[in-house]
């Protein structure tokens, strides 16, 4: 599927990007270190838009340090802190049970593209690539962060919007994509995995 860039800075399409961010969708967050030597993918739920113009979100990441291996501990947090930039990658619903995966391991010890047959793209403006099986990727540049506890909570600002190119119709998010039953929300890990 070809991918098409989606301009973020017109104030509808923010608003529409803004709602579609916000509503609960599972989200992979790639991330690496500044040589690009490791590339790594968390499996976020905790990401919401905190702003439409300009617009910008924020995701909550474990800052558990590496070494501690604790409850925590992220990979991504690391690679995060050292480039200030992230991918966000929303993937549909045949990806459950990779998504269930990626949050189960750790980067810095896995090779999650390999591990899971997901397909590293390269991004244009960022270190962190993109993954390709997911509908929306954005590339983001970290502007602020706050410590809340046992994560650290990132607020971003995109500067770069990719989608499938079947994602939009007549200048809309399509139905197909707006459906609970194609996106991954938390409550359907959670159903997976038998854990409620
Ligand atoms: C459905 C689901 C949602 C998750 N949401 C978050 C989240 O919002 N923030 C976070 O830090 N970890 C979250 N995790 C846990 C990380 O994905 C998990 O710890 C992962 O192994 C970390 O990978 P890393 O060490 O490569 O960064 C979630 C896991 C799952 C399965």
């Known amino acids: 599927m070809s991918k098409i860039e989606f301009d973020f ?4 399409n923010a608003v529409k990007l803004s709602f579609f961010l916000g509503n609960g969708q599972v989200a992979l967050v790639t991330s690496c270190d500044a040589q690009k030597k490791v590339q790594g ?3 976020a739920s905790w990401i919401t838009p905190t702003s439409h113009f300009p617009l910008l979100l924020s995701i ?11 409850d925590n501990y992220r990979s991504s947090y690391g690679f995060i802190e050292e480039t200030s930039e992230f991918g ?7 990806l459950i049970e990779v998504v269930g995966k990626v949050g189960t391991l750790h980067s810095s010890q896995v090779d999650k593209y390999a591990k899971t047959g997901l397909t590293a793209m390269e991004s244009k403006i960022i270190k962190p690539h993109l993954i390709k099986e997911c ?3 954005m590339e983001c540049k970290v502007i602020d962060e706050y410590v809340t506890g046992d994560h650290t909570v990132f607020v971003a600002e995109p500067v770069l919007v990719l989608l ?3 994602v939009l ?7 197909k994509y707006r459906s609970k ?16």
């Open 135 to 137: 509908y929306l990727n």
């Open 169 to 175: 119709a007549d200048g809309k998010f399509s139905e």
């Open 60 to 70: 909550s990441v474990g800052n558990g340090k590496k070494g501690s291996e604790g």
């Open 88 to 94: 966000i990658n929303l993937p549909s619903k045949e």
């Open 41 to 43: 993918i968390l499996t």
């Open 181 to 196: 039953h194609k996106q991954i929300h938390f409550g359907d890990i959670i159903d997976l995995w038998n854990m409620w």
């Open 164 to 166: 499938n190119e079947d």
């Open 9 to 12: 800075k017109d104030p509808e």
